[in-house]
């Protein structure tokens, strides 16, 4: 039986949380991967990996039975003490009870991690986002750790709860004087175990370099920027994806075959290589666009259409809406702004603003005044044009709300917190 806290140990987690709450407001969050190394662990650590999310399987699945089975019973209710018994099925379907060996911390943390999910469904269906019901599950391949358990014990080791030694790569990442670890995962992947470390570390003061980008995201160059740059984020399909792609369709009658098995295998790790790849390129191209200019102009253009076009392929193995995606998260921080597709910046003339229609296959632009442009470059332009007099706009608009409610004795120079600002207000 869990203790009922006091009211003294109450005041005491709540004054913590404010305190860490105060931290974190003058750090950034970081996220790094360690793998678990293959070579250099020996085989029984590998073993226990695998019986931790077999019975991280087992503990959810469990939970789940017994408030479907009786629905008084809450899962709020279930503790992970008095259910050191679990029963699962085996592959004929036939019930089987086993005792759970899974470390205790990893134990309570995922017995946590699901009722923190059904609170967070509650509250999106508060919302009113159409939930549904939290169902059994054939696989997990994410454990949660309780914060404080895991600790990094030199330039290659790890400790966490149940492991006291783990050898990982990666360590090298987290060379810094001064940081602080907030959250760890461990997780499955086809390419073997990982440790995530979520880690805190100071914030440092930004250069600002007052340059302003727009961005347009085309088929062929796929991303020009207004300076004329361009960006490729394409990423070809490897001929060993294809090859095993084909092989897993050849032994498509074979079920339960152990070679179909491996094959599926060996697919789900060379697309995890080429989704970091991927990802790789668009990090880099991120990290080129935040440290390079202050603001990015985007348009809201529909990249998931362009998927059901025949470019389809060529999008689909681009990390361009990762990207955009990645931006638009700037806007809340008054970083980047997304103007709406609607506006023709690729028709528009920026010098007498005529507006000319374009074909697909046309990658010049012209326009009777005299102008001409490569077709990426001259819509990359007016994205920025755009972007720069209707951000004006924003701005104006949300300084003049203020001031309207402000009372009249404090009024002075109108300041915007870009917190006050509207999110809506961006879109138009
Ligand atoms: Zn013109």
Not at 137 to 156: H, W, Y
Not at 270 to 296: F, G, M, P, T
Not at 300 to 326: P, Y
Request: proline share 4%.
């Amino acid at each position: 039986m869990e203790a009922v806290r006091s009211e003294d140990t109450k005041a005491k987690i709540k004054a913590s949380m404010a305190e860490t709450h105060a931290r974190r407001k003058s750090q950034i969050c970081r996220v790094f991967e360690l793998k678990v190394s293959i070579r250099h662990n020996p085989k029984a650590v590998f073993e226990k990996l695998s019986q931790c999310f077999k019975e991280a399987k087992w503990v959810i699945n469990d939970m789940l039975s017994l408030s479907k089975d009786n629905p008084d019973n809450s899962m709020f209710e279930y503790k992970y003490t008095e259910h050191r018994d679990v029963v699962h099925y085996d592959k004929d379907k036939n019930p089987v009870t086993s005792s759970i060996t899974l470390p205790s911390v990893l134990h309570r943390a995922t017995v946590a991690q699901k009722k923190t999910d059904i609170i967070n469904l509650a509250k999106s269906k508060k919302k009113g986002i159409k939930v549904g019901a939290l169902k059994f599950k054939s696989e997990v391949n994410c454990i949660p750790i309780i914060t404080g358990f895991t600790k990094i014990l030199d330039a290659s080791h790890v400790t966490i709860p149940g492991f006291r030694k783990l050898k990982v790569n990666g360590l090298h990442q987290i060379e810094f004087e001064e940081y602080e670890i907030a959250d760890a995962k461990l997780i499955r992947k086809a390419s073997g175990y990982y440790v995530k470390l979520t880690i805190m570390l100071p914030k440092e003061p930004r250069n600002r370099t007052r340059k302003s980008v727009g961005l347009d995201f085309g088929i062929r160059n796929t991303i020009t920027t207004s300076d004329n740059k361009t960006y490729d984020c394409k990423v070809q399909e490897t001929e060993y994806l294809k090859y095993l792609s084909k092989m897993l369709n050849r032994h498509k009658k074979e079920k339960d075959s152990k070679r179909r098995w491996n094959c599926r295998k060996q697919l789900a790790r060379e697309h995890e290589h080429v989704a970091n790849i991927r990802k790789d390129i668009c990090n880099k191209i991120y990290h080129d666009l935040v440290s390079n200019y202050d603001v990015i102009y985007i348009q809201d253009e529909q990249i998931k259409n362009w998927q059901q076009t025949w470019f389809g392929k060529q999008v689909q193995h681009s990390c361009m809406g990762a990207l955009k995606q990645r931006i638009k998260m700037l806007v809340k921080a008054d970083r980047a702004f997304v103007l709406s597709k609607w506006l023709p910046t690729t028709k528009m003339c920026p010098v007498c603003g005529a507006v000319n229609t374009i074909g697909l296959d046309e990658r010049t632009y012209h326009c009777d005044c005299g102008y001409t442009k490569p077709r990426d470059w001259h819509s990359a332009c007016n994205v920025l044009l755009f972007g720069t007099t209707k951000r004006a706009e924003c701005v104006e608009h949300a300084s003049a709300e203020v001031a309207s409610s402000m009372p009249p004795s404090s009024s002075g120079v109108a300041q915007v917190a870009p917190s006050k600002r509207k999110p809506e207000a961006h879109r138009f």
